[in-house]
C-alpha cells in the first residue's frame, strides 16, 4: 500500500549537485549506471557510452558504435561492461580497454540492466508487451542462460534483493509490480492505482519501495510486497 505523504517526502530529500562536463552530446540520456569508479551513461542521441572518472569528474572514454544504448552494468568480478541495446542486442565490453568482447541477442530489445555479483549474473529486462520477461546472462562466460521470467507485460526499472529471492519489476503497462522468487520460480502481482510507473529505488533494510510517476509527478512510498 503506498504509505507517508509524497509531498513531505520530497521536502526531506536531501540532494547533493554535482556535474562532469560532456562535449558534443546530442540528444538525451537514458540510464546508467556505477562501478570501479567510473559512471556509464547511456547517450541515445550519439548511440554511444560516456565513461566518466566519478573521482576527478572527469570523461574518461566514450564507447562508441552502441545503437540506442538503454542501460548499463559492471561487473568487477569480470571486469567488463555491458550494454543494454534498443536495437536487441546486448553489448559486452572489456572494463580496461573498452574493446567489443561480444554480443548477445535479445529479439524486441533489452532496457534495464541489473548485476547479482553473489552469482554473477546478469538480469535483463527484455522484451514488449507480448514478449516482456526479466533473462538472465552469465557474467562469466557471456552466455545466455535457460532461466527466464515471462511477464505478460513490457518490463521497466526493477531491483534485486540481497538478502533474499525477490526481484521486484514494474510493469507500467498492467499498472502492476511484479514480485518474482528466484528460490521457487513464483510470480507473484502487485496492483497499482498509480500510473506510468517507470523508476522503482529499493531500500532493502527498511522494507520500502520507491515508485516514480509522472502523474502525479511525485515520488510514492510503499511497503515491500513478499512473493
Not at 61 to 66: C, K, M, Q, R
Not at 149 to 166: D, R, V
Not at 184 to 202: Q, V
Not at 216 to 225: D, G, M
Request: aromatic share 8%.
Amino acid at each position: 500500500m503506498v504509505s507517508g505523504d509524497p509531498e513531505n517526502l520530497l521536502k526531506t530529500l536531501s540532494i547533493r549537485h554535482d556535474s562532469a562536463a560532456l562535449p558534443g552530446v546530442k540528444g538525451r540520456f537514458d540510464h546508467f549506471a556505477s562501478g570501479g569508479g567510473r559512471l556509464f551513461i547511456s547517450e541515445l542521441g550519439n548511440n554511444s557510452i560516456a565513461v566518466i572518472n566519478t573521482g576527478g569528474r572527469t570523461l574518461d572514454h566514450n564507447i562508441t558504435d552502441v545503437p540506442h544504448p538503454q542501460g548499463e552494468v559492471f561487473s568487477p568480478e569480470a571486469n567488463k561492461i555491458f550494454s543494454a541495446s534498443g536495437a536487441s542486442k546486448r553489448y559486452i565490453f572489456d572494463g580496461k580497454t573498452y574493446d567489443l568482447i561480444t554480443t548477445v541477442d535479445f529479439p524486441g530489445g533489452a532496457d534495464n540492466l541489473r548485476y547479482d555479483a553473489a552469482t554473477k549474473r546478469v538480469y535483463v529486462a527484455c522484451g514488449d508487451e507480448k514478449t516482456g520477461a526479466i533473462a538472465i546472462v552469465d557474467a562469466m562466460t557471456n552466455k545466455r542462460l535457460d532461466e527466464e521470467y515471462k511477464l505478460g507485460g513490457q518490463p521497466e526499472s526493477f531491483q534485486l534483493e540481497k538478502s533474499g529471492p525477490n526481484i521486484y519489476v514494474n510493469l507500467p503497462g498492467l499498472k502492476q509490480i511484479a514480485v518474482i522468487n528466484r528460490n521457487t520460480k513464483e510470480i507473484a502481482r502487485w496492483p497499482l492505482t498509480i500510473e506510468g510507473n517507470f523508476p522503482m529505488a529499493l531500500d532493502e533494510e527498511d522494507h520500502r519501495l520507491f515508485i516514480g510517476t509522472p502523474t502525479p509527478a511525485i515520488p510514492i512510498t510503499t511497503s515491500k510486497p513478499n512473493a
